[in-house]
């Protein structure tokens, strides 16, 4: 079936650092999603691709949709203690009928003050 | 996006018996979805509950250990039926939004001793 990959699988960064963290998947998806999980809570949507080559943006976060489909991007820019949590990708191949989201393992985000 | 909420928010339970969880979402949603969350994993669909139809399965949950509820486009329940500890885990309610994406509620922790 479909997989994801994520990496780093954790990463240890001082505060104001910038972060950069991938997914890759050996296969196309035509909608890439990004979300935060903190302790005890549920994922928390950060931002969501539509569209090949797309690059958006949420405050310090920018991610892009990978030209080949297959892979997408997390940057964070100025880390905090509050970017602390774990970080998952998703994709999807939603088009006029249901398929369900695939979710990458996640990338454990350690800030240091 | 949607605002969801799930209750209990953690329980522990006795194996062999059984927990409904309750999912309420503040807006009528067409589509929603049921996901485990082991310790340290990421998050694995177990069902998606379309309201006036039976709940669709994924491969490795089957609906006689995973009851769902849908009555209604607001309301789901999921039933962990005869726990044993290896069902420890966040259950997670979520809906899929005018886009696709997926919202999340903060998720039920349950632990089976």
């Known amino acids: 079936g479909q997989q994801l990959n994520q990496s780093p699988q954790s990463m240890f960064i001082q505060e104001g650092e910038d972060v950069s963290m991938n997914c890759t998947s050996s296969s196309i998806f035509n909608t890439w999603l990004w979300y935060k999980q903190d302790p005890g809570e549920g994922p928390v949507l950060l931002i969501a691709?539509?569209?090949?080559?797309e690059l958006t943006s949420n405050g310090r976060l920018t991610a892009q949709f990978g030209i080949t489909r297959k892979d997408s991007f997390l940057n964070i820019s100025a880390s905090i203690p509050s970017d602390v949590g774990i970080y998952f990708c998703a994709g999807q191949n939603r088009v006029t009928s249901y398929d369900k989201v695939i979710f990458g393992p996640g990338t454990s985000l350690s800030v240091i003050p | 996006s949607a605002v969801i909420s799930q209750k209990p928010s953690r329980d522990i339970c006795q194996r062999g018996t059984s927990l409904t969880i309750q999912c309420q979402v503040d807006?009528?949603?067409?589509?929603m979805f049921w996901y485990r969350q082991q310790p340290g994993q990421s998050l694995t669909l177990i069902a998606t509950?379309?309201?006036?139809?039976?709940?669709?399965?994924e491969s490795g949950f089957v609906i006689d250990k995973f009851p769902i509820s849908r009555p209604n486009l607001t309301f789901s329940t999921l039933t962990v039926s005869n726990m044993s500890p290896e069902d420890s885990s966040i259950y997670l309610c979520?809906?899929?939004?005018?886009?696709?994406?997926?919202?999340f509620g903060p998720g039920t922790r349950l632990t089976v001793t």
């Open positions: 509950a379309n309201q006036g139809s039976e709940a669709t399965y």
């Open positions: 691709l539509y569209k090949a080559g």
């Open positions: 979520s809906v899929e939004g005018q886009t696709y994406e997926q919202y």
């Open positions: 807006s009528q949603v067409t589509m």
